[in-house]
């Protein structure tokens, strides 16, 4: 007989009232707008709303908002016009304190959102998104390059018991000063097999000098692996953003293009894409740096850095320790002591080797950590024209005792908590290997056209409008079922996708039409085989149930084979593939839930409980 449990009414009301939930953020699309952040965590106040509203009337552009939303001053607009307009204006005015970038600010109610609920982002050829033009720094590149073999040569120099002056980088390359010169030639013989990226040679007005230089050869393959580095640091951190199928693809010799599709938090992706934030440990100079500064006295080994968490000048050592580079895992944590903010850091082998090598030597001695910042801003001439300026900021934000000897694993304290997270993100996606400038930044349009997604998507309802009919006229009441079924799979397949964060795109669409049609193609075998068992003389109610159990195992089958092809393409798949493949993947398994259980759930409800059955319209 035609049965279906209590409780699978039950998981399908529960099913159906999540899908309707999850799905509904799509129906709110978001506003134009531009972000205003202030700059160094500063918190925004009514004044700067002021200030915006005025300006933004200044140049009268209208808009529909201007309010304080999560730490930043967001204005929406009525299109993309005016936002493109007001970004522009507002960045001229502001750009030196404040970050101004242009977004899309969510319409989705605050009860949706509460409960996680958020619209499902649509890929570059649909939506548009954000395109970001990026350079490399080059010469950022071979100064972190060189400052990397002036450790190197003092370590070795140091080793040897050859004592020098001064080993520093100058625009010719790097100038070992040798405090005796009758080792000069055993320095030559020790430098030249160990650096082998330098090419040493003596200075004659000095005899105590040597000079390394880098070859053409040595510093155009220091550009390309820095380019090359980036490019994959910035997948990583794309990654951490949750975009999915970004483009990021290198161009030119020292050029990246990242595009981002469907970015909500322009102001979040600079940051996290052109930030350069990153640690420094060094060892402490003990002295009186303030003192040594005024006098000229600071040894040559040392630096004085004047912004500390202390208030005064401290004196560092100029041999690095470890840096950012070296560092596997970050996470943003509390000190379980003090309760403030700090960084919880796994360093590699060689990091944690010579971590572990530095403080089994210098227990009871200080250590510097130094916290590095890069900012960049656009700054007007008098001739009209603009400048991009790049400030870098250094800040020792401990130099605290060392306690006992650790090597890989520690923690360090010192920054707020949003450094402490914006840090530990960037460390963990990796360091840059050299500093990025975003040299260009603006919204892009759909790369198919709004006529093209227009036509595209009335094709997609003209066809599920015509399937629809022919079921209802064709199959009649079992027509109407197979709707619902068809119905509830569309909705399912949106609720998933958006709560997994999926990127709809071109190709994503053609997946929900094959899932359609995946669907139909169910709901005519359980339709046409309920025909047979009539036909056979079973009884309606028999039909029923039978039609449903004897094309289940049918439906599993076709499903399973073309489930595994929408695997291997999500696996091995990228891009537009790998989309297709993902929505492949949730629209089969959503149609043999609605096919195969929905659809005789509603089939029940309308016949289960009519015992003398005589027919019923298929």
Do not use: C
């Not at 570059?124 to 972190?144: C, I, N, P, S, Y």
């Not at 060392?402 to 997270?421: N, P, Y």
């Not at 094959?514 to 068992?533: F, K, P, Q, W």
Request: without cysteine.
């Amino acid at each position: 007989m035609l049965e279906f449990a209590r409780w699978k009414f039950v998981v399908m009301f529960l099913v159906l009232l999540a899908s309707a939930l999850y799905a509904m953020p799509n129906l709110y699309p978001s506003d134009p707008a531009v972000q205003v952040t202030p700059q160094k965590g500063a918190v925004p106040d009514e004044a700067l709303v002021a200030q915006v509203q005025g300006m933004l009337k200044a140049k009268n552009i209208p808009y529909k908002s201007v309010a304080i939303e999560d730490k930043s001053v967001i204005v929406r607009l009525g299109d993309s016009d005016h936002q493109t307009q007001a970004a522009d204006d507002l960045n001229d005015e502001l750009n030196k304190t404040h970050s101004v970038a242009m977004n899309l600010a969510s319409t989705v109610p605050a009860w949706l959102r509460s409960i996680g609920a958020e619209p499902m982002s649509l890929g570059l050829d649909l939506q548009g998104g954000v395109h970001f033009l990026m350079e490399v720094d080059q010469k950022a590149a071979r100064e972190k390059a060189e400052n990397a073999f002036v450790d190197n040569i003092r370590g070795s120099l140091r080793e040897k018991d050859i004592r020098y002056s001064d080993v520093s980088r100058d625009p010719q390359g790097i100038r070992v000063l040798l405090s005796n010169a009758a080792d000069r030639n055993k320095a030559l013989s020790l430098l030249s097999p160990q650096v082998p990226e330098l090419s040493f040679s003596t200075v004659d007005s000095d005899p105590r000098m040597l000079r390394g230089t880098l070859s053409a050869q040595r510093v155009q393959e220091i550009a390309t692996k820095a380019i090359e580095q980036n490019v994959i640091v910035l997948r990583n951190r794309v990654n951490n953003l949750g975009v999915a199928e970004p483009i990021i693809q290198r161009q030119g010799s020292n050029r990246i293009v990242v595009e981002l599709p469907g970015v909500q938090d322009m102001t979040k992706a600079r940051d996290m894409l052109g930030g350069t934030a990153t640690l420094e440990f060094r060892a402490v100079v003990e002295g009186n740096a303030a003192e040594a500064q005024r006098d000229g006295t600071v040894p040559p080994d040392a630096r004085v850095y004047n912004d500390s968490v202390y208030g005064s000048p401290i004196m560092l050592s100029k041999r690095l320790l470890v840096s950012g580079d070296e560092l596997v895992d970050a996470t943003p944590q509390r000190d379980p002591t003090t309760g403030e903010p700090s960084v919880s850091i796994k360093l590699n082998n060689a990091g944690g080797n010579r971590m572990f090598k530095h403080t089994l030597e210098n227990v009871g001695k200080r250590m510097g950590i130094v916290y590095i910042e890069r900012t960049s801003f656009t700054e007007e001439q008098p001739d009209g024209s603009k400048k991009r300026t790049t400030q870098i900021t250094e800040r020792v934000i401990s130099a605290s005792t060392i306690q006992g000897v650790f090597g890989k694993d520690f923690q360090t304290t010192g920054l707020s908590q949003e450094e402490a997270t914006n840090l530990a993100r960037q460390l963990k996606a990796g360091a840059l290997a050299a500093p990025v400038d975003i040299v260009e930044q603006r919204v892009i349009g759909p790369t198919l056209g709004a006529e093209n997604i227009r036509r595209g998507v009335q094709a997609v309802l003209y066809s599920f409008g015509f399937v629809m009919v022919f079921f209802v006229v064709y199959y009649k009441m079992f027509g109407i079922v197979t709707n619902i079924a068809l119905l509830l799979n569309l909705l399912l397949v949106v609720a998933v996708m958006s709560l997994l964060g999926a990127t709809l795109t071109l190709p994503g669409f053609a997946g929900i039409a094959l899932t359609v049609g995946m669907s139909v193609d169910a709901n005519v075998l359980i339709n046409e085989r309920i025909r047979e068992e009539l036909r056979s003389g079973n009884s309606p109610l028999a039909s029923i149930a039978a039609g449903y159990d004897k094309a289940s195992g049918t439906i599993a089958d076709a499903n399973v084979t073309a489930l595994l092809g929408g695997i291997a393409m999500a696996v091995f798949g990228s891009g537009p593939i790998r989309g297709f493949g993902i929505t492949l993947i949730i629209g089969i398994l959503t149609s043999m839930y609605t096919a195969v259980s929905v659809s005789r759930g509603f089939a029940t409800l309308i016949y289960g409980r009519r015992r003398k059955l005589a027919k019923i319209s298929i």
